[in-house]
């Protein structure tokens, strides 16, 4: 169980452009789900935390402008990076939790290359 | 500054070493988590602990949760090359999650 999956784990865009990352839950219901950025053999930084049905909380230093998070089901949450440019290359991550102290489960990543 | 921070930082060792990964911080948390990320996938979680002094075994991996549920080590026996991956400690405030720095763990056949 805790199956939770990414789409697509990987996007070459070109810089301007829209990238949508979709996060899905396979087998539970997420109330609460999280965006984190990752850069090679570093941790993961928190990006945002987004509940069903409402706002997303997003880190300092993230832009909410940029990066557009929905989360409109309890089973799917998106990321939308926003006229993106080279600095937005990155490993994207998405992790479902049935609420904000429990466990997380994380999807495979998504790889963003903008050139 | 890191809440979680984790040594060492990057580890190289030789198959059949033993290692320990250690994560540290001033905090009180009420519950600590180990994972497991290999290149270009998300991570896995390991163990979660929850109990001051709480050792949890998983075959060669053994978790330990300080008494004072500020720290955690996590040591492995007789690393494989399997066991090469970024091993990363997480913890729950009761208000919000926080990563640990991270431990990229390198085993040499």
């Known amino acids: 169980g805790a199956v939770v999956s990414q789409h697509p784990s990987r996007v070459i865009c070109k810089s301007g452009t829209s990238v949508k990352i979709e996060c899905r839950s396979l087998?539970?219901?997420?109330?609460?789900m999280f965006w984190y950025r990752q850069f090679p053999k570093q941790s993961l930084m928190l990006m945002a935390t987004?509940?069903?049905?409402?706002?997303?909380?997003?880190e300092q230093g993230v832009e909410k402008d940029k990066f557009l998070i929905n989360h409109a089901s309890l089973t799917l949450s998106t990321l939308t990076v926003t006229s993106a440019h080279p600095e937005d290359s990155s490993f994207y991550i998405c992790?479902?939790?049935?609420?904000?102290?429990?466990?997380?489960?994380f999807g495979p990543g998504t790889r963003l290359t903008v050139t | 500054t890191q809440l979680l921070e984790q040594s060492p930082q990057f580890l190289s060792i030789q198959e059949g070493e033993n290692l320990t990964v250690y994560c540290n911080s001033s905090s009180v948390f009420s519950s600590l988590q180990w994972y497991r990320q290999e290149p270009g996938e998300g991570p896995v979680l390991l163990v979660t602990v929850v109990t001051g002094g709480e050792v949890k075994k998983l075959k060669r991996l053994t978790f330990q949760f300080g008494d004072a549920r500020k720290d955690s080590s996590l040591h492995i026996t007789a690393a494989q090359p399997g066991d090469t991956g970024l091993y990363l400690c997480?913890?729950?405030?009761?208000?919000?999650?926080?990563f640990g720095t991270g431990t990229s763990l390198t085993v040499i056949p």
């Open positions: 987004s509940n069903e049905g409402s706002k997303a909380t997003y």
């Open positions: 997480a913890a729950d405030t009761g208000n919000q999650f926080y």
């Open positions: 087998d539970f219901q997420a109330t609460t």
């Open positions: 992790s479902a939790s049935l609420a904000l102290s429990y466990e997380q489960y």
